[in-house]
């Protein structure tokens, strides 16, 4: 079975600072690999997705995320994070080759502070 | 109106009441799914839809009833609920679930529960 341990329940910044939210997955099988966030009142947006090919992702608002096998980690990642960034974020996973079903990771609670 | 929309917004029930929530995407999209999010935990899926046809049931229990009507609109039935229940539900939509595939779902602004 999959399963999908975002290590931080909460992580306070200051505005402009950069940031690293943590994702550790467990799989006996090939996995691709989503952050998605959730602003207040809102429901679930893509961020970015690992598929395959290049390691390092690039996804939308200046986040990107790097996806390491060995390490069976997908550490989401902003070099400088602003108030509007204050939302919950979510890692999840599914299983390369079967039907599109999502295994997310508790979320972390993104505070950024001026 | 765009993406995914649900209704209500929030809505309160005692356990003795029965009520269902609505969703609707406006994507062409043929898969729709339910998950609940309750505080502190990951998001729990709850059912598949897949052109209509339920693909997974993640054994919920039956006082949840989910119906599709067409690939559009999917619905979750309420019924003697326990206040446990409460959590924000919410639907999500993707192009389809073919084997391998890796369509992005996208996900409605959901329904905040709260069962008394």
């Known amino acids: 079975a999959q399963s999908v341990t975002q290590l931080d329940s909460q992580v306070p910044v200051f505005e402009e600072a950069p940031v690293e939210l943590r994702c550790n997955y467990s799989s006996s099988v090939s996995v691709y690999l989503f952050w998605y966030v959730q602003y207040p009142n809102q429901g679930l947006q893509l961020l970015l997705k690992?598929?395959?090919?290049?390691?390092l992702v690039k996804g939308i608002n200046g986040f990107e995320a790097e996806f390491n096998k060995s390490q069976t980690s997908f550490h989401l990642r902003k070099p400088s994070v602003h108030i509007s960034d204050t939302a919950e974020y979510f890692c999840a996973v599914s299983l390369s080759g079967g039907y599109n079903k999502l295994i997310f990771g508790a979320g972390t609670r993104l505070a950024v502070h001026p | 109106e765009t993406g995914v929309t649900q209704t209500p917004r929030h809505l309160v029930m005692g356990m003795t009441n029965k009520k269902s929530l609505k969703c609707e995407q406006h994507?062409?999209?043929?898969?729709m799914y339910w998950y609940k999010q309750s505080a502190k935990k990951p998001l729990e899926l709850m059912f598949v839809y897949n052109f209509k046809e339920q693909t997974e049931n993640n054994s919920v229990p039956s006082r949840f009833s989910p119906e599709c009507p067409n690939s559009s609109h999917l619905f979750l039935h309420l019924h003697t609920l326990q206040p446990e229940d409460s959590a924000l539900y919410l639907c999500a939509s993707s192009q389809d679930l073919p084997r391998g595939n890796t369509d992005t779902q996208y996900f409605g602004p959901g329904t905040r529960l709260t069962v008394l």
């Open positions: 690992y598929l395959s090919g290049s390691t």
């Open positions: 994507l062409g999209h043929n898969a």
